[in-house]
């Protein structure tokens, strides 16, 4: 399975990016989905991810309210919509899939065997 992240670049505070993650494989709805970030000296963080249905989503408290991801089989894409960016956004942001991922731990890395590349997302005046 390849993953294909887009979308990242430079933004002021309190503005607005989307990123996509772009996949064949997405067209069969089997695989759920996550973003996550890492900023520098950071360990990789959760941000949010989105079940094999579209039905479930999921956030980490840091960005629950700003960011919205959301997944459109027929673009084979899932999106994730950031408003409000903060610089503390500021991090290279990757998607995950895998097909068997427990609600619970929705944003753990360990839950996803699929990687894209990172996007870099760097928000400031």
């Known amino acids: 399975v390849q993953l294909q992240a887009s979308g990242g670049g430079l933004v002021q505070p309190g503005g607005s990016l989307r990123l996509s993650c772009a996949s064949s494989?997405?067209?069969?709805?089997?695989?759920?989905v996550g973003w996550f970030r890492q900023a520098p000296g950071n360990e990789r963080e959760g941000v949010s991810s989105?079940?094999?249905?579209?039905?479930?989503?999921y956030y980490s408290d840091s960005v629950k309210g700003r960011f919205t991801i959301s997944r459109d089989s027929a673009d084979k894409t899932v999106y994730l919509q950031m408003n409000g960016l903060k610089p503390e956004d500021t991090a290279v942001y990757f998607c995950?899939?895998?097909?068997?991922?427990?609600?619970?731990?929705?944003?753990?890395?360990?839950?996803?065997?699929?990687w894209g590349q990172g996007t870099l997302v760097t928000v400031s005046s």
């Open positions: 989105i079940s094999s249905s579209g039905h479930s989503t």
């Open positions: 995950a899939a895998d097909v068997f991922v427990r609600s619970e731990f929705a944003l753990l890395e360990s839950q996803y065997v699929h």
């Open positions: 494989a997405f067209t069969a709805g089997y695989y759920h």
